[in-house]
């Protein structure tokens, strides 16, 4: 199985929004709504941001939101503060009942 | 409060076999199954696998089927993912994490903090 498809890199300014696609195929983000978005920041373990696509846990700021769109899932930050700028990963559940992440995007706060 | 600590950082030759682990804490251990992900240095994050602790049933990505084990042991609350014979290409931080949901294991929501493993010789 590949890895899902993200840029390498994203950046926006303080108080902008910025979107960090993720690609699939039908076989894992595509084919089902198990898609999640993890927040690193260097040297620190992975934080679970989105869930089922869509849902944020409990104490993550409404700031962060996903979506899904056929193979193409997303997750946007509104307001962007300096505190965001981490690597982004999605990861899928696949049609092999395993999961797969993807490639992870560096946010740079300008 | 949830927790997940691991064991500490190895420094191993090519060949050896080692065994890290994954002690949990603050909720029914067999409820939830725990993962395992590999992040290679200055690399991203890979899923390797996991356990259902209260059946033991395991799922492995393809890429790591074969290459570790994932067990748990119910009577101490603890999962561990071992090698029979490192490589050079095994160096990497690994971390364990638990899922969101119980029965599923499509995201995780507690994370260890990371237990860096070194293979050189």
């Known amino acids: 199985q590949s890895a899902l498809t993200q840029p390498a890199s994203v950046s926006g300014s303080p108080g902008q929004s910025i979107t960090i696609s993720c690609t699939g195929t039908?076989?894992?983000?595509?084919?089902?709504?198990?898609v999640s978005w993890y927040q690193q920041h260097p040297g620190k373990a992975p934080k679970l941001m989105i869930y089922?696509?869509?849902n944020r846990p409990s104490g993550v700021s409404n700031r962060f939101s996903g979506s899904k769109s056929g193979n193409t899932a997303s997750l946007t930050i509104s307001g962007l503060q300096a505190e965001d700028e981490a690597y982004y990963y999605c990861?899928?559940?696949?049609?092999?009942?395993?999961?797969?992440f993807g490639g992870g995007t560096r946010l740079t706060v300008l | 409060e949830v927790q997940l600590v691991q064991s500490g950082a190895e420094v191993k030759k090519p060949g050896e076999s080692l065994m890290i682990s994954c002690e949990t804490s603050?909720?029914?251990?067999?409820?939830?199954?725990i993962g395992w992900v590999r992040q290679m240095p200055g690399k991203g994050l890979e899923w390797m696998g996991i356990?259902?602790?209260?059946?033991?049933?395991?799922r492995y990505s393809p890429s790591f089927q074969g290459q570790v084990t994932i067990s748990a042991d119910k009577s101490i609350s603890t999962a561990y993912v071992q090698w029979s014979s490192l490589r050079a290409s095994d160096t990497a931080i690994y971390f364990c994490?638990?899922?969101?949901?119980?029965?599923?294991?499509?995201?995780?929501?507690?994370w260890g903090q990371g237990t860096m493993v070194t293979v050189s010789s």
């Open positions: 990861s899928s559940y696949t049609s092999t009942s395993t999961v797969v």
């Open positions: 089922d696509v869509s």
């Open positions: 994490a638990r899922a969101a949901a119980a029965g599923r294991h499509d995201a995780f929501d507690i």
């Open positions: 356990i259902y602790p209260g059946d033991s049933d395991t």
């Open positions: 039908s076989s894992d983000l595509g084919g089902y709504n198990y």
């Open positions: 603050g909720y029914s251990f067999t409820t939830y199954c």
